[in-house]
């Protein structure tokens, strides 16, 4: 899939860190107020906060506004990064507590219960209606299971199982060390597994899933 | 990684190829971030300006001064700065949570963590406090009393707990009664770059965006640009008043309205007594602490020193007795109708008092009162209307007047004082 940045059509599997570095002048002029240089940071960025966003909250809920929040910090918040760290790590740390923020507050709003999450974005042409169908149920599922692990768990696990990112530079955006990164992962993890036996429907999908993976191997053994 | 069970890689697996946003609507988040930007810039910039224009001023005065004391001071050390250092005062308790309203949750950001408050939390400088399905209630009694309210979805930041309290409000709306101060300012809200300073008063302060309403219903306030140290300058507005700004430009855009029926009505900023919360004793370093005791936040009851006491009786619930003292003897309530109608004839009283002997007063009228969902008075119409000093000091106890329903309340004024 391209990587269109006005598109609105995300990378499959690409993380943020594999992006060329941000030109120091670029980030020196937007934090200097140069509204160019600004705009065109945002358009470097958006689509991986975008993604990022909409991985942390479940794929439901404001995800432009959060967006819009995220890059409205990043403005505000600009002059203080002193690149002791990598551009990309700062953004996911404005990235994970705006999101955050967002999530707490929301808790106290009432939530519809049927409310339609922001459908993900699945190829058409790559799978059948019958596949995607079956596809789009499990991410659904997934992103309960996701809502239901602690905080600091999700963060740790959105970052390095989804986004690629390695744990040491996770330990900079969510400011802890790297064991305890290592050791959040491992209980996410231990969590997710746990809970997927115990959650009916995707069990059973996964079993399906499961099948359908046993039976093309014994496919490609003959 | 190759104990782990395949489900979960599987579905991990498709989750990095399946769980990412659908079609994002970058138009509409480009038109609404970008003005929030050039909003935010303006008002940097206007901050910039305006700091970089006192501190020309106060250096040249310094210098003039400076040439001016030479021959007398020379060798003395320099004198003291007109206000202490923030470090002084920056591990110093800003404020404290008193009181939750409901099942209000007060998110509280405290070096860069997060979590829920509880009742009895100090809130330091930096600190950032949201609260969401109600109000939260804070306190800070020293140095300087003042009772505040966060509403429904307001979010703030203590920007300053020096001498005076400072907040910046992010969003929503705060209410604060703020005990007089003789010098200097006691609180003070930012607003996207644009300061109200608080002198002494109650007052309401909304951030809504590119507009900012302050509803004053007493005392002083000063709206201008906030300064890098000292008094605010800007322009000065008594109450009662309804004032309106652009943050980016406050004195260039600023409206006001001394109608009273534009005044929006207080609400109570200090917590109810009938659950006794427990106090909040704010932990001031006692180098900082004043010698003599602060007085508490005043009642909401506008300028209750001012109002008739049976007003405020009615409008605030009597704090509880110490658990030494003896049991008072029960006091029968007195009605929200009955209360206004004395307070109303208390204020014909001091109306009188000011009459030549041997003239009476006699007021007829009728009050028509419109009372809120929270029982607080949103609007109020004297019929026919009364003499402008007697309404605005009934307009007091009005507003601060609590009623057990909402909905319309007629209320017969007659009598005549001798």
Redesign the interface.
């Known amino acids: 899939m391209p990587n269109d940045a ?1 598109s ?1 059509v ?1 990378a ?2 690409r993380t943020v860190s594999d992006r060329p570095p941000e030109p120091e002048s670029l980030l020196a002029r937007a934090a200097a ?1 140069d ?1 160019q240089a ?2 065109e940071v ?1 358009v470097r960025h ?1 689509n991986d906060v ?2 990022l ?3 942390m909250m479940g ?1 439901r809920g404001d ?2 506004d959060v ?2 929040e995220v ?2 910090q990043v ?2 918040s600009l002059k203080d990064f002193r690149g002791q760290s990598k551009f990309t790590t700062w953004l996911h740390r404005v990235t994970v ?1 705006v999101v ?2 967002h999530r ?2 929301a ?3 009432p939530v519809f219960a049927d409310e339609p999450p ?5 190829d058409p042409a790559a799978v059948s209606p019958d596949e995607g169908a079956a ?2 149920e ?2 659904r599922a ?2 309960r299971l996701l809502d239901r692990i602690a905080e600091k768990k999700r963060v740790v696990f959105v970052l390095h ?2 986004e690629g990112m390695a744990p040491a530079e996770i330990a900079k955006v969510v ?1 802890a060390p790297v064991l305890t990164v290592r050791t959040r992962l491992f209980y996410a ?1 231990r969590e ?2 746990a809970m ?1 036996a115990e959650e009916p429907s995707l069990a059973g999908l ?1 079993n399906e ?2 099948s359908g ?1 046993d039976s093309q191997s014994e496919d490609d053994e003959r | 990684m190759s104990g782990r069970k395949p489900s979960l890689d599987e579905l991990v697996g498709e989750a990095k190829e399946d769980l990412v946003p659908g079609e994002i609507d970058w138009a509409k988040i480009e038109a609404e971030l970008m003005p929030r930007i050039e909003r935010e810039a303006k008002a940097r910039a206007a901050v910039e300006a305006y700091r970089g224009k006192r501190s020309r001023w106060v250096a040249a005065g310094v210098a003039i001064a400076a040439a001016a004391a030479l021959p007398l001071f020379f060798g003395h050390a320099p004198t003291a700065p007109l206000e202490s250092a923030e470090g002084e005062g920056a591990e110093r308790a800003a404020s404290g949570l008193v009181w939750k309203e409901g099942k209000v949750q007060v998110t509280l950001t405290h070096a860069g963590q997060s979590s829920e408050a509880a009742v009895g939390a100090p809130i330091a400088r930096g600190d950032t406090i949201e609260a969401h399905g109600g109000r939260a209630l804070l306190e800070r009694t020293s140095p300087g009393a003042v009772a505040w309210a966060i509403e429904d979805g307001a979010k703030v930041t203590i920007a300053s707990s020096r001498a005076a309290l400072v907040v910046a409000l992010e969003k929503g709306a705060i209410e604060a009664q703020v005990a007089p101060v003789s010098q200097g300012e006691a609180f003070a809200v930012d607003v996207s770059g644009a300061r109200v300073a608080v002198h002494g008063t109650h007052l309401r302060v909304d951030n809504e965006g590119t507009r900012v309403v302050v509803d004053l219903r007493e005392g002083v306030v000063s709206i201008g640009l906030p300064p890098r140290s000292g008094s605010t300058y800007g322009d000065l507005v008594t109450a009662p008043a309804h004032v309106e700004f652009d943050p980016a430009d406050p004195h260039g855009s600023l409206k006001v309205s001394h109608e009273i029926t534009r005044v929006r009505a207080a609400v109570p900023v200090e917590r109810p007594a009938p659950e006794a919360a427990p106090r909040i004793a704010v932990a001031v370093p006692a180098s900082s602490a004043p010698s003599a005791p602060h007085p508490s936040p005043a009642p909401v009851a506008a300028s209750p020193s001012k109002a008739p006491s049976a007003v405020v009786a009615a409008a605030v619930s009597p704090p509880s007795p110490p658990a030494a003292s003896p049991p008072a003897a029960p006091v029968a309530p007195v009605r929200p109708e009955q209360a206004l109608t004395d307070a109303i004839r208390g204020c014909a009283r001091e109306r009188q008092a000011t009459l030549p002997p041997g003239v009476a007063l006699t007021v007829t009228s009728r009050l028509e009162v419109q009372v809120g969902e929270h029982g607080t008075v949103e609007r109020a119409q004297f019929d026919p209307p009364l003499a402008p000093e007697l309404r605005d000091c009934a307009a007091r106890a009005i507003y601060a007047t609590h009623f057990p329903a909402s909905g319309p309340v007629s209320i017969p004024i007659d009598f005549t004082v001798p």
Do not use: C, P
């Not at chain 1, 922001?118 to 699945?122: D, F, I």
């Open positions: 006005g609105g995300y499959v599997g107020g509204r600004f705009h945002y958006r975008a993604r966003v909409f991985r794929g995800v432009d967006i819009q890059f409205f403005f505000r507590n955050l923020m707490r507050a808790k106290s709003r922001n459908e993900a974005a699945l596809r789009r499990r991410m997934f992103a199982e989804l400011d993890r997710l597994e997927l996964v899933m499961k993976a």
